[in-house]
Nanobody, 117 residues
């Protein structure tokens, strides 16, 4: 089992920045993929950014390219999402996700990000 706890959400104005953090604990040795997703009411959860363990190769949704940066701290078992130049359309609940060999995937409880115009 893997436990994920997201922090860092909040209310900001358009153009400002936020940094989301995800603390991972539990059985971590089998994880090979980590990512951030977001969801707004009435819509499907969408992938925002992902990072592959080992190569640290990253992938971003077109809507956030150039503004968001995903990174991780393997020593502290943390995943981050630096969000710059935020827009009202970035408003959503943001979820941390990890995938382990099996495959199994785990989700955090989510953190609300609200961007006012």
């Amino acid at each position: 089992q893997v436990q994920l706890v997201e922090t860092g959400g909040g209310l900001v104005q358009a153009g400002e920045s936020l940094r989301l953090s995800c603390a991972a604990s539990g059985r971590l040795f089998s994880i090979y993929f980590m990512g951030w997703y977001r969801q707004v009411p009435g819509k499907e959860r969408e992938q925002v950014a992902t990072i592959r363990i080992g190569s640290d190769s990253t992938n971003y949704a077109d809507s956030v390219k150039g503004r968001f940066t995903i990174s991780r701290d393997s020593v502290k078992n943390m995943l981050f999402l630096q969000m710059n130049r935020l827009k009202p359309e970035d408003t959503a609940v943001y979820y941390c996700n990890v995938v382990e060999y099996g495959p199994n995937q785990y989700w955090g409880q989510g953190t609300q990000v609200t961007v006012s115009a």
